[in-house]
T-cell receptor, first 109, second 114 residues
Framework: SQQGEEDPQALSIQEGENATMNCSYKTSINNLQWYRQNSGRGLVHLILIRSNEREKHSGRLRVTLDTSKKSSSLLITASRAADTASYFC?????????FGTGTRLTVIP | ETGVTQTPRHLVMGMTNKKSLKCEQHLGHNAMYWYKQSAKKPLELMFVYSLEERVENNSVPSRFSPECPNSSHLFLHLHTLQPEDSALYLCASSQGTGGINEQFFGPGTRLTVL
């Protein structure tokens, strides 16, 4: 399926550390998006990386994409307690996004 | 979150009830979506509307009936639901349905079916 699969399912780190979350998918994609969800709320778009890009930055976020391995990673540097949330990757086909189950990140103050 | 609003935020209903979820977007978008989010399952795309026309229906049971009267409003009519339909129902909107487009989500309706 085109669904993203995030790894690990859960991650717990100390404030100030970096957090890395990985995403794998099975089919060819046009782009890949990352979203964040605070507990029981809607998703918020973080960043989009196109299939011809290898790396993209936005503030403390760094996203990589390796289409040969069908994988992406999201790095959050200098984490803060407010970064505690679930993070989803969404490989995108022609029309739709295909979300996975997410990585639950807990940042301990 | 004020870009996409959803009401009610919480809903408890019996299996024989009929209820409706409402979504409104204030972003001028032309595409709207319903998603279902259950614990430990991938976010499930239910329906897609583009320019008020349904463009995708991912094998959703007929007890879920969407309605899109205009580009700003989306409804999900519910009837004779099952307990396994309990979930967080998320509405989203975007400008166009292409995969390049960022989707903006509402806060969701937490539905419990007794």
């Amino acid at each position: 399926s085109q669904q993203g699969e995030e790894d690990p399912q859960a991650l717990s780190i100390q404030e100030g550390e970096n957090a890395t979350m990985n995403c794998s998918y099975k089919t060819s994609i046009n782009n890949l998006q990352w979203y964040r969800q605070n507990s029981g709320r809607g998703l918020v778009h973080l960043i989009l990386i196109r299939s011809n890009e290898r790396e993209k930055h936005s503030g403390r976020l760094r996203v990589t994409l390796d289409t040969s391995k069908k994988s992406s990673s999201l790095l959050i540097t200098a984490s803060r307690a407010a970064d505690t949330a679930s993070y989803f990757c969404a490989p995108t086909g022609a029309n739709n996004l295909f979300f996975g189950t997410g990585t639950r990140l807990t940042v301990i103050p | 979150e004020t870009g996409v609003t959803q009401t009610p935020r919480h809903l408890v209903m019996g299996m024989t009830n009929k209820k409706s979820l409402k979504c409104e977007q204030h972003l001028g978008h032309n595409a709207m979506y319903w998603y279902k989010q259950s614990a430990k399952k991938p976010l499930e795309l239910m329906f897609v509307y583009s320019l008020e026309e349904r463009v995708e229906n991912n094998s959703v049971p007929s007890r879920f009936s969407p309605e899109c009267p205009n580009s700003s409003h989306l409804f999900l009519h519910l009837h004779t639901l099952q307990p396994e339909d309990s979930a967080l129902y998320l509405c989203a909107s975007s400008q166009g349905t292409g995969g390049i487009n960022e989707q903006f989500f509402g806060p969701g309706t937490r539905l419990t079916v007794l």
